[in-house]
Structure formats: structure tokens, C-alpha cells
């Protein structure tokens, strides 16, 4: 089935520090790939994604790589802020058919002034 | 628009209770899924509708929780009776069909206590 697996937590870092947090995904044919971030307190929102090979999703300074070759979408922001303290959600959703989305296990970022 | 919306926000009940959780999608989204997230557990997707009908229930967790879609803007998820183990954050979604990117849009939760 499918799986997504995504570096364990928490991750604190000093502000304006580059961040990276390393997600792989276990799929069959060409799946969309997100990252969702949840601030405390409020649901899930997506920051970005990709639908195929090679595609790079951005938003907000965050960017993400499709990676068919290897697999996988790995966050990245070259200057975080306090701002950015939440729980990152690597997740795919496969190519046609049924909607569900697999989600990984979460990664919380603490981002210190 | 006003995003998914989530009632209530805040629901605390003695174990044995009856308790449903309502959600209203994005209007014009065919595609509403019910999430449950705890710390021991994470994100669990509970059930999913496409046009009003139920095609994955396998994340409910047993015959106490129950749920509905009667139009393509209410959902409700029930639990009776709740229990302790019961206690999570309850997360409704919606999306709308897509050839390729099927992002889903999160309500804000609703935090349930089961004491």
C-alpha cells in the first residue's frame, strides 16, 4: 500500500536558520505529493504541492521537489521565522480513482528568536 | 468563501454520552472525509463521502461511531456511547474532484473531552 514517511521531531532551530525536512513516499504509478502545516489550534492547510515528476511546489518561501528518481519531497525554506512554528504533513494522494490521501506522521518545527 | 465549518469547536461529556460533531463543506466540493488526531496516534482518516455517499468507512473504529451525509452541505459524525478513549481533536475535510491534485480543505476541529 501506500506509506509516507517523514523525519521525526520535534526540530528547533534559531530564526533565519535553513531548514530542511526529508519526506519519502512508497507508491504505485504517479501519486500527487503535499505538505500540509497545522498551527496550534487550528486544522490542517495545504503549502504547497506537486502533481508530477519534477514539478517544484512553492509558497510562503517553503518549496518542495518531486523526486520520482529517488522517491521522495523534501520541505525546504532558506530562512525560517518564529512565524513558521507548526506541525509540517508530508502526505500523497494516488493517481486516480479514490481521493485518499495518505498523510505521514507529522514533524513539529519550534523556530526560536 | 468561509471555509469548512466545524461545530462546535469544544465538546466536553461524561463517557456514555451520545455526541455528534457536524460539518459543513466548501460549497460546491463533492468530497468529504472525517479525521480524528491524537498524540499516540496521529491523523486517522475515520471515513470518506464522494457525492453524499460513504465509500471508505474502514477507519471507523467500531459500531459506536456512526456517520452521515444527507445533502452535499451537512455531515454529521456520532458516537453512542462515547467513551474516554474517545477524547481527540475531529477534523472534517472537503475537496472537489480533480483530474490530478486532490488537496484537501481542513475545518478548524472540534476538540472532544470524554470524562
Known amino acids: 500500500g501506500n506509506s509516507v514517511t517523514q523525519m521525526e521531531g520535534p526540530v528547533t532551530l534559531s530564526e533565519e536558520a535553513f531548514l530542511t525536512i526529508n519526506c519519502t513516499y512508497t507508491?504505485?504509478?504517479?501519486?500527487?505529493l503535499f505538505w500540509y502545516v497545522q498551527y496550534p489550534g487550528e486544522g490542517l492547510q495545504l503549502l504547497l504541492k506537486?502533481?508530477?515528476?519534477?514539478d517544484k511546489g512553492s509558497n510562503k518561501g517553503f518549496e518542495a521537489t518531486y523526486r520520482k528518481e529517488t522517491t521522495s519531497f523534501h520541505l525546504e525554506k532558506g530562512s525560517v521565522q518564529v512565524s513558521d512554528s507548526a506541525v509540517y504533513f508530508c502526505?500523497?494522494?494516488?493517481?486516480?480513482?479514490?481521493?485518499?490521501?495518505?498523510f505521514g506522521t507529522g514533524t513539529k518545527l519550534q523556530v526560536i528568536p | 468563501d468561509a471555509g469548512v465549518i466545524q461545530s462546535p469547536r469544544h465538546e466536553v461529556t461524561e463517557m456514555g454520552q451520545e455526541v455528534t460533531l457536524r460539518c459543513k463543506p466548501i460549497?460546491?466540493?463533492?468530497?468529504l472525509f472525517w479525521y480524528r488526531q491524537t498524540m499516540m496516534r496521529g491523523l486517522e482518516l475515520l471515513i470518506y463521502?464522494?457525492?453524499?455517499?460513504?465509500?471508505?468507512d474502514s477507519g471507523m473504529p467500531e459500531d459506536r461511531f456512526s456517520a452521515k451525509m444527507p445533502n452535499a452541505s451537512f455531515s454529521t459524525l456520532k458516537i453512542q456511547p462515547s467513551e474516554p478513549r474517545d477524547s481527540a481533536v475531529y477534523f472534517c475535510?472537503?475537496?472537489?474532484?480533480?483530474?490530478?491534485?486532490?488537496?484537501?480543505?481542513f475545518g478548524p476541529g472540534t476538540r472532544l473531552t470524554v470524562t
Open positions: 463521502f464522494n457525492n453524499n455517499v460513504p465509500i471508505d
Open positions: 502526505a500523497l494522494s494516488p493517481s486516480g480513482g479514490y481521493q485518499k490521501v495518505t
Open positions: 475535510a472537503s475537496s472537489s474532484s480533480g483530474r490530478y491534485s486532490y488537496e484537501q480543505y
Open positions: 460549497s460546491g466540493h463533492n468530497s
Open positions: 506537486a502533481t508530477k515528476a519534477d
Open positions: 507508491a504505485t504509478g504517479y501519486p500527487s
